[in-house]
């Protein structure tokens, strides 16, 4: 998404969405930057940009081995042999 209040400046936005079924967890990014475009040669508009943003991530309660059990029920510590 771009507003270009100029004709040699802009405002991005880039919005995008991720989900990991095999850990229950999803990540979203919400970037955001100015845009400045050069002058341009026949059909070709160079620009640069930067984008600057945040990317929160939330997780499931997942366990990462499911084999093991719960916490309370793993060998206390000296017990594996």
């Excluded at 004709?7 to 100015?34: A, E, K, Q």
């Excluded at 002058?39 to 620009?47: C, G, L």
């Excluded at 939330?58 to 366990?63: A, D, I």
């Amino acid at each position: 998404m771009a507003l270009n209040p100029k004709s040699w400046f802009g405002i991005v936005g880039d919005f995008s969405g991720y989900h990991m079924d095999r850990f229950d967890s999803s990540l979203g990014t919400y970037l955001f930057g100015p845009r400045v475009y050069l002058p341009s040669y026949r059909r070709i508009t160079p620009f640069a940009e930067g984008l600057f943003g945040v990317a929160p991530r939330r997780t499931g309660l997942v366990s990462a081995s499911p084999n093991r059990g719960t916490p309370s029920q793993w060998p206390r510590e000296g017990a594996w042999t």
